[in-house]
């Protein structure tokens, strides 16, 4: 540090620092970058919570990628069996992203009750069903537990249960349909857990039980199934794995990504990203603009102590940097309050769910965030060096103050 930093950083510093962060013009600015971050840092959690939400529900009720027989044709309900034997359960482990894979079946049945009726789909599961997916769901009761004495214990959604009267430990019957021309198969099921996804989707029509009756009803062998869900590690390799899955399975085979099964859902998350990035823009606009406007009237504050600084030596370049650093430390007391507020606020919604949501609109009943911490380092040191390389172009204001005429009636 030379001589002439030295002294003017002193001089600033010292004769009129605290009568500059009072300006209120300058309050104005710290506040900007108050809000500024405080909005970044929610639309970037909240945007981020809510899509990874929506994701881990449609992955609990589907797995992520979904591998059945072209003779399906994409149908809610299983039409053709796939052969455990024949199916490469050993080959798709083999691909490094693949954590589980479970055999699944599916068959459309309408439950009866003494005063109402509903339809439903069937999802048929094993003892290989990973349940974990499903169990922060579970708002009443237990999974099921399946036995070769006991096999008629189901997780019914709350929709269903209060649309049918029912509760946990109840007993319903369940019809379901068989070839053309002959009587629906009956099947009599205890509830022993009650789930409320907040995905309307799934809500209003699933309830999870034995495959065996699935099997038993279509007259299905042991090692026929219906489906199988394929879960992964990491959501963003989605696609590559499942171009992966296509390629390991048997052409008589599909496999189908939850992306494209649930096309239209997925592409309106995407547009949470697009918004993401607008807030951000407009926010580091506003940010940038009030650091100006303060960096101008630090400037013009001071015009006849830089002509003093000027005459005692300090060139240019020295007086720029000691307002871009106080500009940058003001910036520094704004983010230091916006992550506080924002970090707050953020935790207080995830442990408290004050925010509510239409689960019809958004697919759930609770404004999820995630607090991701090298997200919002990265936010801050964005909205630092985006302001501070913008503010070196204002700061060229100092090089036009002459020192004999700001120094004529100092």
């Given at each position: 540090?030379?001589?002439?930093?030295?002294?003017?950083?002193?001089?600033?510093?010292?004769?009129?620092?605290?009568?500059?962060?009072?300006?209120?013009?300058?309050?104005?600015?710290?506040?900007?970058?108050?809000?500024?971050?405080?909005?970044?840092?929610?639309?970037?959690?909240?945007?981020?919570?809510?899509?990874?939400?929506i994701?881990?529900?449609?992955?609990?009720?589907?797995?992520?990628?979904?591998?059945?027989?072209?003779?399906?044709?994409?149908?809610?309900?299983?039409?053709a069996?796939?052969s455990?034997?024949?199916?490469?359960?050993?080959k798709?482990?083999?691909?490094?992203?693949?954590?589980?894979?479970?055999?699944?079946?599916?068959?459309?049945?309408l439950?009866?009750?003494?005063?109402?009726?509903?339809?439903?789909?069937?999802?048929?599961?094993?003892?290989k069903?990973n349940?974990?997916?499903?169990?922060?769901?579970?708002?009443?009761?237990?999974?099921?537990r399946?036995s070769?004495?006991?096999?008629?214990?189901?997780?019914?959604?709350?929709?269903?249960a209060?649309?049918?009267?029912?509760?946990l430990?109840?007993?319903?019957?369940?019809?379901?349909?068989?070839?053309?021309g002959?009587?629906?198969?009956?099947?009599?099921?205890?509830?022993?857990?009650?789930?409320?996804?907040?995905?309307?989707?799934?809500?209003?029509?699933?309830?999870?039980g034995?495959?065996?009756?699935?099997?038993?009803?279509?007259?299905?062998?042991?090692?026929?199934?219906?489906?199988?869900?394929?879960?992964i590690?990491n959501?963003?390799?989605?696609?590559?794995?499942?171009?992966?899955?296509?390629?390991?399975?048997?052409?008589?085979?599909?496999?189908?990504?939850?992306?494209?099964?649930?096309?239209?859902?997925?592409?309106?998350?995407?547009?949470?990203?697009?918004?993401?990035?607008?807030?951000?823009?407009?926010?580091?606009?506003?940010?940038?603009?009030?650091?100006?406007?303060?960096?101008?009237?630090?400037?013009?504050?001071?015009?006849?102590?830089?002509?003093?600084?000027?005459?005692?030596?300090?060139?240019?370049?020295?007086?720029?940097?000691?307002?871009?650093?106080?500009?940058?430390?003001?910036?520094?007391?704004?983010?230091?309050?916006g992550?506080?507020?924002?970090?707050?606020?953020?935790?207080?919604?995830?442990?408290f769910?004050?925010?509510?949501?239409?689960?019809?609109?958004?697919?759930?009943?609770?404004?999820?965030?995630?607090?991701n911490?090298?997200?919002?380092?990265?936010?801050?040191?964005?909205?630092?060096?985006?302001?501070?390389?913008?503010?070196?172009?204002?700061?060229?204001?100092i090089t036009?103050?002459?020192?004999?005429?700001?120094?004529?009636?100092?």
């Amino acid at each position: 540090m030379n001589l002439e930093y030295f002294i003017a950083k002193r001089l600033i510093n010292a004769k009129s620092y605290k009568s500059s962060v009072s300006s209120p013009i300058i309050k104005i600015a710290v506040l900007a970058i108050t809000i500024s971050i405080v909005m970044m840092i929610m639309s970037v959690a909240t945007g981020i919570g809510l899509q990874q939400k929506i994701r881990e529900k449609i992955s609990a009720f589907n797995g992520q990628i979904i591998v059945t027989s072209f003779d399906d044709n994409q149908s809610q309900v299983t039409v053709a069996p796939l052969s455990e034997k024949a199916f490469p359960i050993d080959k798709l482990k083999q691909i490094p992203q693949v954590t589980h894979i479970q055999p699944v079946a599916t068959k459309a049945g309408l439950i009866r009750t003494e005063k109402e009726f509903e339809g439903i789909v069937f999802k048929g599961v094993n003892n290989k069903y990973n349940w974990s997916s499903l169990k922060e769901f579970i708002v009443e009761g237990r999974v099921p537990r399946f036995s070769a004495d006991n096999n008629n214990e189901v997780l019914i959604s709350q929709f269903l249960a209060k649309r049918l009267n029912l509760k946990l430990s109840d007993r319903f019957n369940t019809f379901f349909m068989k070839e053309q021309g002959k009587l629906p198969s009956l099947r009599k099921f205890k509830i022993v857990g009650i789930f409320n996804s907040g995905f309307q989707e799934f809500d209003a029509s699933y309830v999870i039980g034995s495959i065996e009756h699935i099997q038993r009803i279509n007259k299905w062998s042991k090692d026929q199934v219906g489906a199988y869900e394929i879960y992964i590690d990491n959501f963003d390799q989605l696609d590559q794995v499942a171009d992966k899955v296509y390629h390991s399975i048997p052409p008589t085979y599909n496999s189908i990504a939850i992306s494209e099964k649930y096309f239209s859902i997925f592409e309106w998350l995407k547009l949470f990203d697009f918004n993401i990035v607008v807030v951000l823009i407009i926010m580091i606009i506003v940010a940038t603009i009030n650091m100006v406007v303060a960096l101008l009237v630090l400037i013009l504050e001071r015009t006849q102590l830089i002509g003093l600084l000027k005459s005692l030596g300090a060139n240019n370049w020295s007086i720029r940097k000691i307002f871009i650093y106080n500009a940058i430390y003001l910036i520094g007391r704004g983010l230091f309050w916006g992550n506080l507020i924002a970090l707050s606020l953020l935790y207080i919604q995830k442990y408290f769910g004050i925010v509510k949501l239409n689960p019809e609109s958004y697919y759930v009943s609770v404004a999820p965030v995630d607090v991701n911490y090298l997200h919002i380092l990265f936010l801050n040191l964005g909205t630092v060096l985006v302001c501070s390389l913008v503010l070196v172009v204002p700061s060229y204001i100092i090089t036009k103050i002459s020192p004999v005429k700001s120094l004529r009636f100092y």
